[in-house]
């Protein structure tokens, strides 16, 4: 945490658990007898309860997305950029609340909580979630805080089918939609991705099959491999070369398998870190709720039809360099809300950054999303007043 | 409101379906939502028109509108309208095709390229004219394809779609659009009501 904490930080904040004792039924088909949900919130909620934001996390996200826990805390929450006093979703407006998914690795239920039924760790009988799942369970939350419906669903890349889920399966409980740097469902490639990150784990000696924590062990090995090829497809080839090159770590080639390149040395420190601080089983089953997320295909391919549901407005926003979502896959979504004659905006973002842009500061982005968000905030506050 | 987009308001028939090309801030539909029950959508490329839009709650979708309608379904609208960007189009006749294609009727404002005193820039000057409606500099104007009120009026006869009403406007002044004599020579903007 920076000494001197700025004035648009919602500063230290402290995760909550929220216990749940009714079942939940899965889209798998089999049952959560019991479930925790960690989660963090900024802001106040109002006496309508109608400012609450939802913040649905990406693959690898938790509850943490903005402030600081400890005040020597390195790095804020990941969505720090864009949650806080002033910012596009500005906490002096909002109550903005931030979910670890189920099945997460961040204090939520997952394979690495202990499964009640047989006294051991889930593992990998922890059930496959969906995107459905999530969605179900946050809603739950929102009935534990009293939010009948929230002002808005916010979310980028796997978030952003969170918002897309919600919007479709409880129309009534979201007022406004963002999706930010998704797709309304994985393209081929981004599913073979994925199979290469899954086999990279799985094939790992350490894995024991998912129950890798009985043998005490990790597979260190494969995580870091399904995180190196992971942030491959989060960058764009611009950003890459723009930070590293073609530059090496030593004066010469050395003509060996060492690291040579800076970019080699950047991935491996990249997958050292996050094998040390993410859940295999969490990965796996992470990279299935993306897989498996289709609404159309529910609905004889026809996505206009399957988002008839929705009644909230949507904001749609893609970045010019993605390409693991690209924006021709926002522009589908764009453009069967449209058919489905929904209230839909799209902004595509210039930035260099590839899919990891929707984390990062940027200018047209924040007046786009703070905006939209504006507006919300707006609407609220004098259907507030009305009410009062 | 500027004057061109107050004419167009009066024109709107209440409740319609309305997508509007090259919508800016928002400004017209807004107005219309608020005051007419319009829905429907803006398309426009500008960022900063985008994030104004998105501040007054107006539907902006960003799309380059030489790359065409083709995401938009036939009769999808009642209305199309189009303000101020016929003349950055590469094909406007194209445009007005797929115009008429999305729905039945179309409003489209352009400068008049043959106004008096564009004439007389070109005819006596020998110069490119700027004016209000033409602010640009012949090396740095996004306008490539200028018409007449009487060239529009021939391409709408051309592609078979019937002019409805039209009107001329000098300067940003309200109360200042009528049915001139002579629009063609007269009317700084001209304003066309087509329908198919």
């Known amino acids: ?388 | 409101m500027r004057a061109d987009l107050a004419l167009i308001y009066d024109w709107v028939p209440q409740g319609a379906r309305v997508l509007d090309l090259g919508c800016g801030d928002g400004t017209l539909l807004a107005a219309l939502s608020a005051q007419k029950q319009v829905t429907g959508y803006g398309l426009e490329i500008d960022s900063d028109g985008i994030s104004r839009c998105l501040e007054k709650g107006v539907d902006v979708i960003e799309q380059d509108l030489d790359q065409g309608l083709a995401n938009i379904p036939d009769d999808a609208f009642d209305l199309v309208i189009m303000t101020q960007a016929l003349q950055v189009l590469r094909r406007p006749d194209l445009m007005l095709d797929e115009m008429l294609r999305v729905a039945n009727e179309c409003i489209i404002a352009f400068p008049n390229f043959a106004w008096w005193r564009h004439r007389l820039s070109l005819g006596l000057k020998g110069r490119m004219p700027v004016s209000r409606s033409l602010p640009h500099a012949w090396y740095d104007t996004p306008n490539i394809h200028l018409s007449t009120f009487r060239d529009f009026s021939d391409l709408c006869r051309m592609q078979g779609h019937t002019i409805t009403d039209r009107a001329v406007g000098n300067g940003s002044k309200e109360g200042q659009w009528r049915h001139r004599r002579w629009p063609n020579l007269f009317g700084q903007d001209a304003i066309f009501r087509v329908r198919r």
């Not at chain 1, 019991?34 to 693959?59: D, K, P, R």
């Not at chain 1, 790992?204 to 924590?213: A, H, K, L, V």
């Not at chain 1, 058919?339 to 007046?367: M, Q, T, W």
């Open chain 1, 1 to 388: 945490m920076p000494e001197t904490l700025s004035s648009t930080s919602v500063g230290l904040v402290t995760p909550q658990v929220a216990r749940f004792d009714t079942p939940l039924m899965l889209a798998c088909g089999r049952e959560l007898p019991a479930f925790e949900l960690v989660y963090e919130t900024y802001g106040t909620l109002n006496e309508t309860a109608s400012n609450a934001v939802l913040i649905c996390h990406a693959l690898s996200g938790h509850h943490h997305a903005a402030g600081y826990h400890h005040v020597d805390d390195r790095k804020p929450g990941w969505w720090d950029a864009h949650i806080g006093p002033g910012k596009s979703i500005d906490t002096r407006r909002f109550f903005v609340i931030s979910v670890n998914n189920l099945g997460g690795c961040h204090g939520s239920t997952g394979p690495s909580s202990e499964n009640p039924a047989t006294g051991r760790i889930w593992g990998p009988d922890f059930p496959l979630m969906t995107v459905t799942d999530w969605v179900h369970s946050q809603a739950m939350l929102a009935d534990r805080l009293g939010i009948q419906q929230f002002a808005a669903v916010v979310g980028g890349s796997l978030g952003g089918m969170q918002v897309l889920q919600w919007a479709m399966t409880l129309p009534e409980r979201v007022a406004n939609a963002t999706v930010i740097a998704a797709t309304p469902r994985l393209s081929a490639q981004n599913i073979a991705f994925n199979e290469v990150a899954r086999q990279a784990i799985r094939s790992d000696p350490e894995f024991f099959d998912g129950w890798y924590s009985e043998h005490q062990t990790l597979p260190r090995q494969g995580l870091r491999l399904a995180r190196m090829v992971g942030h491959i497809t989060y960058l764009s080839e611009h950003s890459m070369g723009a930070r590293f090159g073609r530059d090496l770590r030593t004066d010469s080639l050395n003509y060996g398998y060492d690291v040579e390149f800076e970019v080699e040395s950047y991935l491996r420190y990249q997958g050292d870190t996050f094998s040390t601080r993410f859940d295999a089983n969490t990965y796996l089953l992470m990279t299935k709720a993306l897989d498996y997320f289709d609404p159309a295909g529910e609905h004889d391919d026809n996505l206009p039809q399957a988002l008839s549901t929705a009644s909230c407005r949507f904001l749609v926003v893609s970045f010019s360099t993605d390409w693991r979502f690209a924006p021709a896959r926002s522009r589908e979504l764009v453009d069967a809300l449209l058919r489905a004659g929904k209230h839909v905006s799209y902004a595509n973002i210039d930035s260099p950054h590839g899919h990891d842009a929707f984390l990062l500061p940027n200018e047209r982005y924040e007046a786009v999303l703070g905006g939209f968000m504006t507006r919300i905030a707006n609407d609220v506050e004098r259907a507030a007043g009305d009410h009062a």
